[in-house]
Nanobody, 123 residues
Framework: VQLVESGGGSVQAGGSLRLSCVAS????????MGWFRQAPGKELEGVAT????????NNASSVKGRFTISRDNAKNTLYLQMNNLQPEDTAMYYC??????????????????WGQGTQVTVS
């Protein structure tokens, strides 16, 4: 799987952005994909993940009710809709994929394919 992210940018607090991740394929039912972020001086953290086969999602508590992960099969694309963005959401956002069993983990170490990242800045 190859991943290419887009959609980052700069917004004011309370604004919205939608990130996109185009994947070379989204057909394996054991494939999990997700969005992760890393703020300056902080560790990489899971934001939201998605199991391709079942459609089950897993969201970090810090973004519940504000961020929504989804996919478009026809476009082989994973999305992250981010609403009510706050300054603490400022980070480099990465799309990742991995073959996981069970819950689509938010642990970045479980994923072995990564995109190049897209910057999100909230002021």
């Amino acid at each position: 799987v190859q991943l290419v992210e887009s959609g980052g940018g700069s917004v004011q607090a309370g604004g919205s952005l939608r990130l996109s991740c185009v994947a070379s394929e989204l057909t394996d039912r054991s494939l999990c994909m997700g969005w992760f972020r890393q703020a300056p001086g902080k560790e990489l953290e899971g934001v939201a993940t998605f199991r391709i086969g079942s459609g089950a999602t897993n969201n970090a508590s810090s973004v519940k009710g504000r961020f929504t992960i989804s996919r478009d099969n026809a476009k082989n694309t994973l999305y992250l809709q981010m609403n009510n963005l706050q300054p603490e959401d400022t980070a480099m956002y990465y799309c990742a994929a991995g073959f996981l069993l069970g819950v689509a983990s938010l642990n970045p170490s479980r994923y072995n394919t990564w995109g190049q990242g897209t910057q999100v800045t909230v002021s």
